[in-house]
């Protein structure tokens, strides 16, 4: 059974950071793209970033782009979202993704593209 669990969320002021993890037990975890998605209250959810299998390549939204750093560390089937400079803005649920099969990380900005899905952590900038 594939499992998904992210941590890390929290209440920040604007311009402070936090570390989201995303424990995956997925047998495939080593050879899955990762994402990290978000939701805010009466939006949809959109693309944040995505690793490849290798940390080899990686995409952020424009939004986040400078100030969110994906990573993952394969030994302890854990991806991580390094959220720094946050603004009120940044306020959603953060879900993490596993993509199951192959699939050049270009093509994986839509929630459509993962297999497996997280329960989300909460994370709330104040202004």
């Known amino acids: 059974q594939v499992q998904l669990v992210e941590s890390g969320g929290g209440l920040v002021q604007a311009g402070g950071s936090l570390r989201l993890s995303c424990a995956a037990a997925l047998r495939t975890f080593s050879r899955s793209a990762m994402g990290w998605f978000r939701q805010a209250p009466g939006k949809e959810r959109e693309f944040v970033a995505t690793?490849?299998?290798?940390?080899?390549?990686?995409i952020y939204a424009d939004s986040v782009k400078g100030r969110f750093t994906i990573s993952r560390d394969n030994t302890k089937n854990t991806v991580y979202l390094q959220m720094n400079s946050l603004k009120p803005e940044d306020t959603a649920l953060y879900y993490c993704a596993a993509r199951g099969t192959l699939q050049p990380i270009g093509r994986l900005l839509s929630p459509a593209e993962y297999d497996y899905w997280g329960q989300g952590t909460q994370v709330t900038v104040s202004s």
């Open positions: 690793i490849d299998w290798s940390s080899s390549s990686t």
